[in-house]
């Protein structure tokens, strides 16, 4: 029968050795790889409905995988303006203007990608913006989409007029007389006001949604794990594959928040496996605290403001029973852990489920940002595999520790930031993500944060050198490590025999590529089980 794709005159790379393969060609057939070997070998596959593709020497490697993304809500959120590029309160008024002179009379305004550090020693609050958005229903989210800005009109649509009581670990900022400042901290307290602000339809949203993700196929991304489940993400998945508009294979994972009773973690476990062919709910996700940023995360001491010291489950030891049901399902969790507190938690809570259930489960912990000795040799003990972002470092934190981040923890606590490096030579599991659209999704810019461990401007200083991982290891963190954390090394996450045809396919080898020219590597093709999702002009 002949093959469905066949590559030629490429070079292999195999993401779990390293080593570029002797053979030049491969060929795929139902998305998965049924041959390498010499072009004249492969090319003998072909039929007339095969796509041949002479790659005229670019290498071939295994599907990248972003291990952390939000590609449905983040869709949705990122419809507004963005604020991701403004460095200070003039560049972030001056395009909230722009933003607010293009509106209908009426209309809301919506931003994203607010950096706490634009606002220098003013208050992350609405009267910062200045006159901008008077009289204007403004609804802005901060960098790290656990918190947002809500303007006084805003907050007056939405009935938020003081504080309030949450079943989790969330807050309406108010001011020494109890009014509002415009600044939500955490879901709960964010839901009031964007219930009250319109929606995209469902057209509005699967088209958006579908741009999204052909972008990333143009970054050179094959697949991601998706950190939510929430409002229509999975009749927005179901419906694009549906319409054969799907070009990443993703793993979901819904969100199981405080007060989730047995009814509610046993419909979570119910979901499991359900999807379609490059879709599929796989995991839960849930959260032990909030951001250093916010001052929501839970650390072991205070940060500077007294701040962080609670986790986001009002009671911690009902987490550690959800994460004991879950186990005994044989249903793997991602936590949310930032803190070095919240981290710690998770891991106790695993190593009570594994005590008493005994079955392997692969748990995770995602983000990790700062966290001592002790904690970071626990992971490959239990078994838990350690999910981070390096460009959250990069990008928002500096080395000097002036960043709102480093300033908030200290010096000892911002000195073990992102400890990816010490993680992996713990013999933990590490898998690379971005959090789109908490920061961007390239995987190629994801890499290099991981290895020169620098903002975009690369002529600052990094943070932490020492963590910055071998080009190798990079690779890995977004390939083989991806499909062991989703029990699919056995098929995924490689250049082999057998293995899905998910591809991604670059100018040069990327492990020999230089840090700082790696995130401008080109994507020359894209395949996602064994179809071209990308193919770049010049092939």
């Known amino acids: 029968m002949p093959a469905d794709l066949v590559l030629l005159s490429a070079r292999l ?254 419909e979570l476990v119910r979901l499991q496996g359900t999807g379609g062919r490059l879709w599929q709910v796989a995991g839960v996700k849930l959260f032990m605290d909030g951001t250093i940023d916010n001052g929501t995360a839970w650390l072991e001491r205070p940060d500077c403001h007294g701040e962080s010291t609670h986790a986001f489950w009002p009671d911690p030891a009902r987490f550690t029973e959800v994460i004991a049901e879950l186990h005994a399902a044989g249903v793997p969790t991602a936590t949310h852990a930032i803190g070095d507190a919240a981290v710690r938690h998770v891991l106790d809570s695993v190593e009570k489920a594994r005590a008493a259930h005994g079955r392997p489960v692969r748990h995770r912990v995602e983000h990790i940002e700062t966290v001592p000795d002790d904690t970071v040799r626990r992971f490959a003990a239990l078994g838990v595999v350690a999910s981070m972002q390096p460009t959250h470092c990069c990008e928002f934190t500096r080395a000097d520790h002036t960043d709102n981040w480093s300033r908030r923890l200290g010096e000892e606590r911002a000195s073990r930031a992102f400890r990816c490096r010490d993680l992996w030579e713990a013999g933990a599991r590490l898998v690379l993500g971005s959090d789109w659209p908490i920061a961007p999704f390239p995987p190629l810019g994801v890499m290099a944060g991981a290895r020169h461990r620098r903002p975009s401007d690369l002529s600052l200083p990094p943070h932490g050198p020492g963590q910055a991982l071998t080009p190798l290891q990079a690779l890995q963190g977004m390939t083989v490590n991806p499909a062991w954390a989703a029990g699919e090394e056995e098929y995924a996450g490689r250049v082999a025999v057998g293995h899905r045809a998910d591809l991604t396919v670059l100018a040069e080898d990327p492990l020999r590529v230089a840090d700082a020219d790696l995130a401008a590597l080109p994507v020359l093709l894209t395949v996602m089980d064994g179809r071209v999702t990308h193919r770049a002009a010049e092939l």
């Open 13 to 266: 790379l195999d993401p779990g050795t390293g080593a570029l393969s002797a053979h030049t060609a491969l060929a795929a057939e139902g998305g998965r790889i049924t041959l390498l070997g010499d072009d004249r070998e492969i090319r003998a596959l072909a039929g007339p409905r095969t796509t041949v593709i002479d790659l005229r020497g670019a290498v071939v490697t295994a599907g990248l995988t972003d291990g952390h993304l939000h590609p449905v809500s983040g869709a949705e959120r990122t419809m507004g303006v963005d604020l991701s590029g403004c460095r200070d309160l003039a560049a972030v008024r001056a395009a909230l203007a722009g933003a607010v002179a293009r509106l209908a009379p009426g209309a809301w305004l919506r931003g994203w990608g607010l950096d706490p550090n634009a606002f220098g020693g003013a208050p992350v609050a609405a009267a910062s913006l200045g006159p901008v958005v008077d009289g204007v229903p403004a609804l802005i989210d901060l960098f790290d989409g656990h918190s947002l800005l809500a303007s006084a009109r805003a907050l007056e649509l939405a009935g938020i007029d003081g504080p309030r009581v949450f079943e989790q670990a969330a807050e309406i900022v108010c001011d020494d007389e109890g009014r509002p400042t415009g600044l939500l901290l955490e879901d709960a307290a964010c839901e009031l006001a964007e219930t009250a602000a319109p929606r995209p339809t469902e057209d509005e949203l699967r088209a958006r949604t579908a741009q999204v993700l052909h972008t990333m196929a143009a970054a050179g991304l094959t697949g991601g794990h998706a950190m939510d489940a929430n409002g229509t993400t999975l009749a927005t998945l179901a419906a694009l594959e549906g319409e054969d508009a799907l070009p990443l294979r993703l793993r979901v994972a819904p969100w199981c928040q405080p007060g989730a009773d047995t009814e509610t973690v046993a």
